[in-house]
């Protein structure tokens, strides 16, 4: 599990699915009975877990500004009790949201300073695909179809004095009718814009990292799909009956 809190990525995971520690640059053991905030730089791994660790980490997350802090990534010992922690730390709302694309330009809202996919909370009792299509549509003004599911984000934040944990579910999604395409205004968005690979590439410099992370699951999908059409072997023509 990923989870995005004040932008940076806190990941919990099982001991096998952490392979080579090159990749960090602070490893800390729950033999450190206190985290020490200084340690906290780079890449941090923190092996062992305990419940306590958890509630630590998520404690320094919310309430300090840790500048060199790039990512936090928890071994668990008992992967579901701190999934099921941290998830009770906070309220859960769901939200869906799209990656739109069409003849090789994706398209992006700017929304409260940065880059953004469109996306809203899905409503009561509404299927997550259906909620997906209706605040994209509604928020751009646009027609689309919904593709494959690209992935999960989680993030959180505070309102109303409440902890917040967002789930959002994103799904690759083709335009159909972009003709009166204009930004929901209402909903804070200022510009809807296609993008090409290079304009994105900027854009997303100015981009939440859950968005980023998005954006990289959304490359992998469509170019395995194109793989997979690769693949298919090619029919021959049916041979036409002669007179």
């Known amino acids: 599990m990923r989870i995005y809190i004040k932008d940076t990525p806190l ?51 919310h309430n300090k500004k840790l500048k060199e802090l790039d990512t936090v990534t928890l071994i668990s010992p008992d992967y579901e009790a701190s999934v099921s922690l941290i998830k009770g730390a906070f309220k859960i709302i769901k939200a869906a949201g799209g990656v739109v694309h069409r003849e090789g330009k994706v398209l992006m809202i700017f929304r409260l300073g940065k880059w953004d996919f469109p996306k809203g909370k899905i409503e009561k009792d509404e299927a997550t695909e259906l909620g997906a299509l209706r605040e994209v549509e509604e928020e751009c003004n646009i027609k689309v179809s919904v593709g494959q599911k690209v992935c999960n984000t989680w993030h959180t934040y505070s309102q109303g004095g409440k902890n917040i944990l967002k789930k959002t579910s994103w799904y690759e999604m083709s335009c159909l009718d972009d003709s009166e395409m204009k930004p929901q205004v209402e909903e804070g968005i200022e510009l809807v814009k296609w993008m090409n690979k290079k304009e994105q590439d900027v854009a997303l410099i100015n981009a939440y990292r859950s968005i980023q992370h998005v954006n990289k699951k959304f490359k992998k999908k469509m170019a395995r799909l194109a793989e997979i059409q690769v693949e298919e072997p090619i029919s021959e023509p049916e041979e036409l009956d002669k007179d």
Do not use: W, Y
């Open 11 to 61: 990941r919990i995971k099982r001991e096998h699915e952490v392979g080579d520690r090159e990749g960090f640059d602070v490893i800390i053991d729950t033999d450190d009975l206190l985290i020490r905030e200084s340690k906290l730089k780079g890449n941090v791994l923190i092996e062992n877990a305990t419940q306590a660790m958890v509630k630590s980490i998520l404690f320094i997350l």
